[in-house]
């Protein structure tokens, strides 16, 4: 399968569903979708509608804009109020809320803050403007960090002494380990991340299985795929099967890409701990700019607040990452919290489940059901 029209053929779909059907029989099943991406594809074609009740998908927190806690605003807000600084970052960290607004507000009121594409973006504007200080806010799981990395080596290859990193990268398998223990709710399996699986292969995921004895199944980003993952869970389940499996063999290998990680490797190393929004503080959870290369940390560069920074009390972004509850459950979704007034951060974000079902019409349970009769 070359084209996107085949991840789209509508007779393979219904094929798949009704084996889905037959598989799921009268008993219940809950699994997650890790990946923010993977919850745009559900709910842009209608996959929740298509699949049989007992089959329900719930959101996790694959979402790394989501997930950055409003602390960490805060600090690189303040990072971009400093003088002599540009402060780059990607578009989406632009609009996320802080205890002080945003850094579309920060802009506003004077700062240099600029969006990029890329860190390597952020590294040119640090050679072109040698009088400036430029700090890249560093942010997403695995699959970003290669980036970043190859940026941080570049940078010392060029001798560039003006450029630093704010870095809030994430990893994958902690959060799914927190998940996996939250007393308030119970998965039958999971569709595992196809980005960050590029990366880091299929390993990291067998304690899934092994521990916790939950199938997972690392899946592509198209409706077919997600049908069919959905499907390689539910046979596993039947079969008496507890494994990794992956479904998207077309990209993700099962070492992963090992230049990517030996160069992670090489600039970074695990923080003791790194506080999640919603799942509070999680160990070894996140990235910091490993010592040797301490000339590129901004945390080392700046002496920053760091001040814990609570959510708004009418946020609940945090449920709705652990797949708690669904977007429209939370009492502000739609009405005070709309992706043009976000209050939390699952509404800013590309990837946010908020997002997701704000943008196709899941207001409400009700929206929900009639948009579902209607496919």
Not at 35 to 48: A, Q
Not at 114 to 138: C, G, Q
Not at 225 to 253: K, P, W
Request: proline content about 7%.
């Amino acid at each position: 399968m070359r084209f996107v029209d085949e991840f789209r053929d509508p007779a393979a779909a219904r094929a798949l569903v009704k084996s889905i059907t037959d598989l799921a029989g009268d008993d219940e099943f809950k699994f997650m979708e890790v990946c923010g991406g993977h919850t745009h594809t559900i709910y842009r074609h209608g996959i929740e509608h298509l699949l049989p009740e007992s089959v329900e998908l719930v959101h996790g927190p694959g979402c790394p804009v989501c997930v950055i806690p409003m602390g960490r605003i805060d600090d690189a807000m303040w990072l971009a109020e400093r003088p002599g600084v540009i402060f780059t970052t990607f578009g989406d960290m632009m609009r996320v809320p802080g205890s002080a607004g945003t850094l579309i507000a920060a802009k506003a009121r004077g700062a240099d803050v600029r969006f990029v594409y890329s860190p390597l973006d952020a590294l040119k504007i640090a050679i072109d403007n040698p009088e400036r200080h430029v700090v890249f806010f560093a942010v997403g799981f695995e699959t970003t960090a290669p980036s970043t990395a190859v940026t941080l080596v570049r940078a010392r290859t060029l001798g560039v002494q003006n450029f630093s990193v704010f870095c809030n990268h994430v990893t994958i398998v902690p959060p799914i380990k927190a998940i996996l223990e939250s007393p308030d709710l119970r998965l039958s399996g999971f569709l595992g991340p196809g980005h960050v699986s590029t990366v880091v292969g299929l390993r990291p995921y067998r304690f899934v299985p092994d521990v916790y004895g939950k199938p997972i199944v690392v899946a592509g980003f198209e409706p077919l795929d997600i049908l069919a993952s959905v499907h390689m869970l539910l046979q596993q389940i039947r079969d008496g099967r507890c494994e990794v499996e992956n479904q998207y063999t077309r990209v993700v290998r099962p070492e992963g890409n090992t230049q990517a990680l030996k160069l992670m490797a090489q600039t970074f190393e695990l923080r003791p701990h790194f506080e999640w929004r919603g799942l509070g503080f999680i160990s070894q959870s996140a990235l910091k700019i490993h010592r040797d290369y301490a000339e590129f940390d901004a945390e080392a560069t700046f002496e920053m607040p760091g001040v814990r920074v609570a959510d708004p009390k009418a946020c609940q972004c945090g449920e709705v990452l652990k797949g708690v509850i669904k977007p429209w459950e939370c009492k502000v979704f739609g009405t005070a919290c709309t992706p043009e007034t976000p209050i939390g951060t699952c509404m800013v974000s590309a990837e946010g489940a908020c997002a997701a079902y704000y943008n196709f019409g899941r207001l409400h349970r009700e929206t929900a059901l009639v948009l579902g009769q209607r496919r």
